[in-house]
T-cell receptor, first 113, second 116 residues
């Protein structure tokens, strides 16, 4: 079946540090890949997505590249801010069973000033 | 665009009772999804509607769970004979667009269920 594995957290960084959160997936075919963010006290919201191999999704300084050969979709940001403190979820959706998103367990990021 | 709303935000019930949650999607979104999230885990898919048709239902969803979207707008999720293991956050999301595999799902704030 489909699955998403995220690096275990929590992750604690100082402001302006480089961020990488690893995400790998298992799925048949060519899924679409997503990163969601959940800020404290708020609902899940889409951060970025990529729908085919080698696509790069980007938003708010975050980037992730769809790597089919390594089945990965790692999230990166060059310089994190305190306001980036949140829980980050990697997810996939297949073309078939497209209503169903499969999520990773989330990675908690804390950025200290 | 007022976002996806869910009601109630919190529900405490005793084991064996029935509960019903409501989700109002973003206006004109034709797709609606229900997920369940427990502490420390990602959301787990429960079921999916396109308009009023229920197109997918997780095999993990027992017969005690039922969802409806009678007019293709709001949806309800009912849990009968609740068990302590049902305690979780129940999330609703909606979307629209050409492709259900790539469109953006907008999530509501969730309903937190506690079964005593």
């Amino acid at each position: 079946g489909n699955s998403v594995t995220q690096m275990e957290g929590p992750v604690t960084l100082s402001e302006e540090a480089f961020l990488t959160i690893n995400c790998t997936y298992t799925a048949t075919g060519y899924p679409s890949l997503f990163w969601y963010v959940q800020y404290p006290g708020e609902g899940l919201q889409l951060l970025l997505k990529a729908t085919k191999a080698d696509d790069k999704g980007s938003n708010k300084g975050f980037e992730a590249t769809y790597r089919k050969e390594t089945t990965s979709f790692h999230l990166e940001k060059g310089s994190v801010q305190v306001s980036d403190s949140a829980v980050y979820f990697c997810a996939l959706r297949r073309y078939t069973n497209a209503g169903k998103s499969t999520f990773g367990d989330g990675t908690t990021l804390t950025v200290k000033p | 665009d007022t976002g996806v709303s869910q009601d109630p935000r919190h529900k405490i019930t005793k084991r064996g009772q029935n509960v019903t949650f409501r989700c109002d999607p973003i206006s004109e979104h034709n797709r609606l999804y229900w997920y369940r999230q427990t502490l420390g885990q990602g959301p787990e898919f429960l079921t999916y509607f396109q308009n009023e048709a229920q197109l997918e239902k997780s095999r993990l969803l027992s017969d005690r769970f039922s969802a409806e979207r009678p007019k293709g707008s709001f949806s309800t999720l009912e849990i009968q004979r609740t068990e302590q293991g049902d305690s979780a956050m129940y999330l609703c999301a909606s979307s629209s667009g050409d492709s259900s595999s790539t469109d953006t799902q907008y999530f509501g704030p969730g309903t937190r269920l506690t079964v005593l």
